[in-house]
């Protein structure tokens, strides 16, 4: 007996070493509880199957991360007999069409046992997870591939496990030699038309596909590729499609446990499929995959240990697939207009203006999480009650997932928008991701559709138009003098004039790094024309500068830079040394207190901003 407990702490002071994740110690205590359960018996109507230790117990749960959890025998190799069903159903569906298998294999529960020789009134197999219905998706393999359908089939299960899979030849054999009871099944599906291959040849396939050795742990991660719409977790690999995976895991709900189906979907609630080798596999959708080993089974060939986990863990953390609710409100972390949250441009005054005019013209939805269908659908009432914006922007940064609904419900919100001559801009979403190429797809042919990575160049940009559309007009070729600086509005002529004569001209080309956070502040900077940005060291943009705006002003207070400067495009600049400045300050004491007036003012309206912001982002 080859217990493996999960490892012991080895270096207490290290919490990331030393600490196991509550799934772990859930998974280890479920192994501790049902350790001692004796009941049931080990398979040996193929005789090989009979030589199983029956103390071995090993779990495993992978999740769609791609971590694997593992307990006890979780490495313990044995035959996976009835669970290749579902794996060689969704790859005949893939391979040979839906039609072709669809055609010939029903999708009802049988309410028999797995090796039942029945069919249904078509002659046809009741489902692919009984005897019936697996013999058949072998034989239409073996017809499609002939003497390669088995490696085709083996070769799939590795790609499902992430790893290659032996075949246990002795089980194998010994199933080969005593398998009568699938023999007459196969004889009445060639007899039926529904194999056309001899029997030898076809349950030479099905027989092989059942010695196929795996592990509780090759298992968790096969039904985490389930539950991963037929992605494996930890490979990567798209091993079968989404068409396949949804198609198998409906089976499974209904047959997988074949006479205790109903029950078991009632009871644990999660798609599963049992083995007679001692295998259990329960995939989740969407959440995990699960592996059991331990060969003793109980009267419908159900390991009883594995059962017992697969409750215990649907009941512990309430898992059942049908007892989910979402709320949808959770899905708008922000929403304000552009009067309540402008961009980070400085804006002169006839800007502020036109955008004081026009306070919900521009409304920011900032989305998260999944956009599923209802999640969508709340966005458009959300944006449906208030009064109809000129632009709206849907900022995707934080949404981590879409559901085929919820794209095709956004795509039908963006095209009542266009209907209404509304805006769309698109934020937090790049071009490359395949998100992107979704959204794309099924909003081609609208053109109102505008996308900009960061939110804040979006509203900016939604800023602009607005700008536009009222008649203002943003020149960034123009050039201004420093009578247009705020920081020196209430100086006089001279004392301007005798600045200018102190300052030195500046000229930057595009991407030009003007200043450097944490470099000495010796001067102050007025933006004579183009524009700039402000950043801090981690990229986050704190402004954008048009011509008439000051950078680097905070040098009068701090004698280190604490942003960048880059030039957005060809800009020019007065740079006015700090020390020419103080000189200044000392013969014109009055305009230097006003200077400093005009700077406290300046901060009072960016913390304004900033505490809005906040405001905006802490709201419930
Ligand atoms: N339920 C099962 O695992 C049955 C598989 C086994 N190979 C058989 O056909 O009898």
Redesign the pocket.
Known sequence: MTTRHPRPIQNPQNWASAAMPPLQRFLSGCHADFWSDHDGAVANY?PELGKADPAHFGISLATLDGHVYEVGDSRVPFTI??MSKPFVFALALDILGSDAVERVIGVEPSGDP??SIRLNADNHPFNAMV?AGAITCSGLLRQARQADAFDTIRDALGRFAGRKLDVDDAVFAS?STT?DR?RAIAYLLRTSDVIKDSVDDVLAVY?RQ?AVLITARDCAIMAATLANRGVNPVTGEQVVTPYAVSRTLSVMTSSGMYDFAGEWIYRVGIPAK????GGILASLPARLGLGSYSPRLDGH?NSVRGIKVCEALSAHYGLHMLNRSDDARTTIIADYDIGANPSRRSRRAQERDILAAYPDAVRVLELVGTLSLSNVDYVSRQLAASARPQFVIFDLHRVTAMTQAGLRLLAELFHELADFHVTVVLSGIRRTSPEWQEITARTGDIRNVRDFYLLDTAIEWAEDQIVYRYGGAIDFLETTELAEQPLLAGISEEERHELAALAIIRHYQQSDRILSSGEPAHSLFFLRSGVVHVTLPDGIRLATLTAGQCFGEMALLDPVRSADVTADFSATAFEITLSDFERFRARHPKAGERVMRNLAQLLAERLTIANARLNLLAAD
């Open positions: 193929i007999q009835s797995f090796n005897n199933e398998g699938n027989f059942c049992s083995g007679v080798g060939g």
